[in-house]
């Protein structure tokens, strides 16, 4: 079975830090680009940061700058470092799996975030 379980979510002030976890089982980590997504109240699902199996990463403008993908292949781990969190941060954040060139991609159940003083 395929799991992918974000962890690290909380509340927050702003211009605080958090600290996302993602483990993914039963995959072969390494074959997967790795991304985060997050989902505002009352928004669509939207691109944060991603992180490929070869190496390369990418960022939101929103986010450039404040937050920082990272990954262990060793221990099937993806990593978002938020720093200077700001209100519009807040949203449900989400932990993505995805093969490239095969379509194959799996979800994790979110994380809250909440940013507010």
């Known amino acids: 079975q395929v799991q992918l379980v974000e962890s690290g979510g909380g509340l927050v002030q702003p211009g605080g830090s958090l600290r996302l976890s993602c483990a993914a089982s039963?995959?072969?980590?390494?074959?997967?680009?790795m991304g985060w997504y997050r989902q505002p109240p009352g928004k669509q699902r939207e691109l944060v940061a991603t992180f490929t199996s070869g190496g390369s990463t990418n960022y939101a403008d929103s986010v450039k700058g404040r937050f920082t993908i990272s990954r262990d292949n060793a221990k099937n781990t993806v990593y978002l470092q938020m720093n200077s969190l700001k209100p519009e941060d807040t949203a449900v954040y989400y932990c993505?799996?995805?093969?490239?060139?095969?379509?194959?991609?799996?979800w994790g159940q979110g994380t809250q975030v909440t940013v507010s003083s």
């Open positions: 039963g995959i072969f980590f390494g074959n997967y680009a």
């Open positions: 993505r799996a995805l093969r490239l060139g095969y379509g194959t991609t799996f």
